[in-house]
């Protein structure tokens, strides 16, 4: 079979990619056309159509600054499609771009499986309207996403959650910190995303954090879209070490955590690191969020919990006292610290198990 397979950023690549080897497991005739990052290219063996780098923008200021690059992107797209004539279409999360080519596909008679399902629940959740006229097959990642898709009368697959499967399948660097001359002292990781906006909002108070625990090696996680040179511009005074393509090693070496809300929140929850989730945005894009997200949280790990296991700092919130205040308690205050791992525990039970490629995978065949 043909399949063409949609990530729009850093988390999808990395599921986009697990999810094309567990399609060649089954699909000796397996094909692929990607848009995506480094992952799945070497995953699929195929460039990409267009990478992520030039694909994920977040919040709606940044989204119509760009409003050119996308509609472009999307022609783009569209034509490769046409041209490649896929026998399946794969998209994965990034909604405001996917929904478009699903609605592009369905028209074209192309059969449409989505994989990560949009976050509907969190705004706007008359689209889901639109997901039941333009998507054939829907395969869900978060346990709660199987209940709210049934009250709209839609019929959804809970496949669990693909980063199990990744967290499973990584093989530990034995020599993590000494490759990186990190012996010595104790890590706090920082993550602050995989956009150009978090970086350049999110680093200079986590850069700070060197300067308030020195007993510590505050170490960055970076993307692999961008370079040391591009992390060092928001450093300040620090210099920080900075580790790329080695976030679950660095996670699991670390007694606490500052990461961007996102994936990465409930894969630093996944290797049980205890972490303060923090974000910041344009004032703009935020203000009109606080308008439209129907969710009490910003972090997975919170959603799925539905309490506030975690802390998060969002916006004026996001300052160094708060963050640094919140990490002395992770670190220092021992029944604090217990208290997020016993929350931990309760996600691993309603997370399940690995081999949500692999039951994703099966059922895209079978449909």
Known sequence: ?????????????????????????LDA????????????????????????AQMAFMGFVEV????????RNLQIVKADIAAYSPDVLILIDFPGFNLKIASYAKKAGIKVCYYISPK????????VLKIKRVVDRLFCILPFEVDFYRKWGMEVDYVGNPLLDAIAAHTDNPRFMEDNQLAGKPIIA???????????????????LAFRFPA????????????EHYYKQYMGDAD????????????????????????ATLETALLNVPQVVVYKANPLSIAIGRLVIQVKFISLVNLILNKPAVKELIQKDYTLEEVAGELDRLLNKKAYRQHVLDDYATLHQKMGKPGAS???AQLILNS
Not at 2 to 25: C, F, M, V
Not at 244 to 261: G, I, P, R
């Open 1 to 25: 079979m043909k399949y063409y397979l949609i990530a729009g950023e850093t988390s999808g690549d990395l599921h986009g990619a697990n999810l094309i080897h567990a399609l060649r497991k």
């Open 216 to 227: 510590h090696h505050c170490v960055v996680a970076g993307a692999p879209n961008f370079d």
């Open 29 to 52: 005739t397996a094909e692929f056309r990607i848009v995506g990052g480094d992952r799945m290219q070497q995953a699929a063996d195929e460039n990409a159509t267009i990478h992520v």
């Open 64 to 71: 119509l600054a760009n409003v050119r690059t996308i509609a």
């Open 240 to 263: 920080l070490p900075i580790v790329f393509n080695a976030t679950y090693d660095l996670l699991k070496h670390a007694e606490a955590a500052v990461v961007a809300s996102g994936t």
């Open 358 to 360: 692999e039951r994703t």
């Open 120 to 127: 509907v629940w969190a705004w706007n959740q008359r689209r």
């Open 190 to 208: 920082l993550l602050p995303g995989s956009r150009h906006m978090e970086i350049s909002k999110l680093l200079p108070v986590m850069s700070e």
